[in-house]
């Protein structure tokens, strides 16, 4: 089962919320929704490489997933979801992504 990061309020992550709500492969972790989810969260970001980029450009690095073998990736196409659509508002304060 993949393991999918989100918040409702992320503009990217509700469009990958729609995509896998009803597939049993995908497990969706709302990270807002109680403090454990944000550690386990905090947790990834805080230790895993894949997030430096989006540390550095001011991103919050969801959505995220962990994959089966326990991949960390920030790509929806990794995980089998397909790219993100570029259209819509964003939740980085400059507006340019999550």
């Known amino acids: 089962m ?3 990061f989100v ?4 503009p990217d992550c509700t469009k990958v919320i729609e995509r896998v709500k009803d597939n049993p492969e995908y497990l ?8 454990r ?30 994959l089966d073998d326990g991949t960390v990736t920030l790509s929806s196409l ?3 979801i397909g ?6 508002s964003s939740c980085r304060i400059d507006g340019s992504g999550c």
């Open 2 to 4: 993949i393991k999918v």
């Open 7 to 10: 918040m409702p309020t992320c």
């Open 28 to 35: 969706i972790i709302d990270i807002g929704a109680h403090v």
């Open 37 to 66: 989810n944000l550690k386990e969260f905090l947790f990834l970001r805080d230790n895993d490489p894949v997030f430096d980029a989006a540390k550095r450009y001011g991103f919050a690095g969801i959505p995220c997933f962990v």
């Open 78 to 80: 990794e995980a089998g």
């Open 83 to 88: 790219a993100k659509s570029s259209e819509g």
